[in-house]
């Protein structure tokens, strides 16, 4: 009976070994087969940040369908699985967990949010499953270094060290005050002001924080005011960021410069009255349809618009480029795929501008893609591009 159960345990062995793989000897690669490779994203679709998970979702499928159309990737299709989180963490955990372990994806993609990515990013390197570019400027996205951390935007903690360093040396300011979210995410503008300003032999004159839910900032800005302080490093969203910004204009506090980063960079800011002259750093720049624009570039916009019906942003324009650096890292890495293949064919991506002109450039010991951030503000309800490169 030993023998017998011995024997047929081989078979079986034999018998899971078969199948449609192309690998050869690494069949146990989740998410890739002979005709396909999964790809997987926990986002928000429908919950309150679901601009940007739409958006970058939108742009990733548009690439990906290229890539499909064109015969796809060493001739397997990229299957692209997204689920829907509402920016709730108990939620992402839940859909991490099916993408991992019963659609068995071979890579997360984009998982938007510091606190989701925060809580899944063990659960997926337990399974060997890469990080890419997550919509998260949170330092956890790629500190410590991890071999399955990969990121295609700068930190808020860097962008906000730049900001300090060019409004301080470029701006002449020297009063830094600081307006943040009682949450990690507001940490992070904290922390990298702090340190900036200490480094500059400054400090910071006035705080505030807030909760997320707190709609009412006449005080907050009062205390500002009093402390003179001439330039504000915002660490807010959509809905603070608008509030802050009226508060001021109904007091009448002009003499200074209010400056946030890519989480507030969206058009529906840019469109307040309040917000004239606001500044803000982020990893792109907003394209808008009358601008002029390069025949590949027009060509990339009417694809976009035909498919989804309506014109493109910065999300979009993200999901696109980490798409086309996922089908790069997948074709450099050879009709053989493994997962450590592929993380050694991104980390040979060093010299890379993508459609809208914007570098990024990875190695063996640098998964963060982005050395800089472009500064732009609001002119006349628009964004406008003030620096293209202000480095970390």
């Known amino acids: 009976m030993v023998k017998i159960a011995a024997y047929l345990s081989v078979i079986a062995l034999l018998v899971g070994c078969g199948g449609d793989s192309k690998q050869g000897s690494d069949v146990e690669t989740s998410g890739v087969s002979e005709s396909e490779i999964r790809i997987g994203t926990h986002t928000d679709l429908s919950g309150p940040v679901a601009i940007w998970g739409v958006g970058v979702t939108n742009g990733a499928r548009l690439r990906f369908s290229e890539i499909n159309e064109a015969g796809g990737v060493h001739d397997r299709q990229i299957r692209f699985i997204v689920e829907d989180t509402t920016y709730a963490v108990p939620k992402a955990i839940s859909a991490a967990n099916k993408l991992i372990n019963r659609d068995g994806i071979f890579a997360m993609l984009m998982g938007l949010g510091t606190p989701a990515n925060n809580a899944i990013m063990p659960i997926q390197f337990a399974a060997n499953v890469p990080n ?15 071999k399955l951390k990969f990121t295609q935007r700068g930190t808020y903690y860097d962008e906000m060290r730049a900001a300090v360093k060019y409004f301080v040396n470029e701006r002449q300011k020297q009063r830094v005050c600081v307006v943040y979210q009682d949450t990690d995410y507001g940490q992070e503008i904290l922390d990298g002001v702090e340190d900036q300003v200490k480094a500059m032999g400054l400090k910071v004159v006035a705080l505030s924080s807030h909760k997320p839910t707190e709609t009412e900032f006449t005080a907050v800005i009062l205390k500002l005011k009093n402390a003179n302080c001439d330039v504000v490093m915002m660490g807010t969203i959509h809905t603070d960021t608008i509030l802050i910004l ?16 890519n989480a507030t960079y969206a058009q529906v800011v840019a469109e307040q009255e309040s917000a004239e002259g606001y500044f803000c750093f982020t990893h792109m720049a907003k394209i808008y349809s009358d601008e002029e624009m390069s025949p590949e570039l027009k060509a990339w916009w009417d694809r976009y618009v035909a498919m989804f019906d309506e014109e493109p942003g910065v999300p979009a324009m993200e999901g696109y480029r980490a798409a086309d650096l996922v089908y790069e ?12 293949g592929f993380i050694s064919a991104l980390e040979s991506i060093d010299e890379y501008t993508d459609l809208f002109g914007y570098r990024v450039s990875f190695g063996p010991n640098k998964h963060g893609g982005a050395t800089e951030s472009v500064l732009t503000q609001v002119k006349d309800g628009r964004w406008v591009a003030l620096e293209q490169a202000v480095s970390y």
């Open 132 to 146: 890419l570019f997550p919509i998260s400027g949170g330092r956890k996205m790629i500190m410590p270094f991890h």
């Open 246 to 261: 009226d508060a001021a204009k109904k007091i009448g506090w002009a003499n200074v410069d209010w400056v946030g980063n």
């Open 329 to 340: 890292a997948l074709d450099r890495a050879g009709e053989d795929l493994t997962t450590d």
